[in-house]
């Protein structure tokens, strides 16, 4: 049973294009969390996902980044005309159920900007 | 609103010398409380987690950790360090509240020196 799979591992993008980055879910899970860690930070909830529906995104920046969980496919956290302080490492997690346990995390996508 | 706090952005232990690493959390409503371990570009990896059972918490690697209401506490613990322990080390703590699904507010994490 694979793990949370995201995709690419690093991502480099110029000031000014878009960032796609890409989360798979476990097998089960429909439940999707995106956290954003800057560099000697902890990481920061931004967005919570069911199958075709955003839950909670109390921590998604108002501006540039959205967030879908299409029924077929992955979950897909896009940042339109990326600066320097997105530059972090992005982390999704899943769950199989809403509530008590634990959700299991990918191995991060790490987009620099420069 | 929930938060956590670990106490020392560093820690540096010896070889087979005790690890104790500090949380504290304020919560509204009963928590859940986790450990999370980090390796150099990796993920997060699942230690240990409470929730509302048995206070002592038994994880993987020997670790372990002890829930203190009245402290407001989650600390922890390992007696003998491993080098294979040196990593970042993050607590976290779960909102129950309706809706909130598995969302977790981290703190800030703590990286684990271990010198041989």
């Known amino acids: 049973n694979a793990g949370v799979m995201q995709n690419p591992r690093h991502l480099v993008r110029r000031r000014g294009q878009e960032a796609r980055l890409r989360c798979s879910p476990m097998?089960?899970?429909?439940?999707v969390y995106w956290y954003r860690q800057l560099p000697e930070e902890g990481l920061k909830f931004m967005v919570y996902?069911?199958?075709?529906?955003?839950?909670?995104e109390s921590g998604m920046p108002k501006e540039r980044f959205s967030a879908e969980f299409p029924k077929e496919g992955p979950s897909i956290l896009r940042i339109q005309q990326v600066v320097r302080g997105d530059s972090a490492a992005y982390f999704c997690?899943?769950?199989?159920?809403?509530?008590?346990?634990?959700?299991?995390f990918g191995q991060g996508t790490r987009l620099t900007v420069v | 609103a929930q938060s956590v706090t670990q106490l020392g952005s560093h820690v540096s232990v010896s070889e087979g010398a005790l690890v104790l690493l500090r949380c504290n959390y304020s919560s509204s409503v009963p928590p859940y409380l986790f450990w999370y371990v980090q390796y150099p570009n990796q993920g997060l990896q699942l230690l240990l987690k409470?929730?509302?059972?048995?206070?002592l918490v038994k994880g993987i690697n020997g670790f372990e950790a002890e829930f203190k209401k009245s402290e407001t506490s989650f600390h922890l613990t390992k007696p003998s360090a491993h080098m294979s322990d040196a990593a970042e080390y993050f607590c976290?703590?779960?909102?129950?509240?309706?809706?909130?699904?598995?969302?977790?507010?981290f703190g800030g994490g703590t990286r684990l020196m271990v010198k041989p």
């Open positions: 997690a899943s769950s199989p159920i809403q509530g008590a346990g634990e959700a299991f």
């Open positions: 996902l069911q199958k075709e529906n955003i839950i909670d």
């Open positions: 097998k089960g899970h429909s439940h």
């Open positions: 409470y929730t509302s059972a048995a206070t």
């Open positions: 976290a703590v779960s909102d129950l509240v309706q809706n909130a699904g598995n969302m977790l507010t």
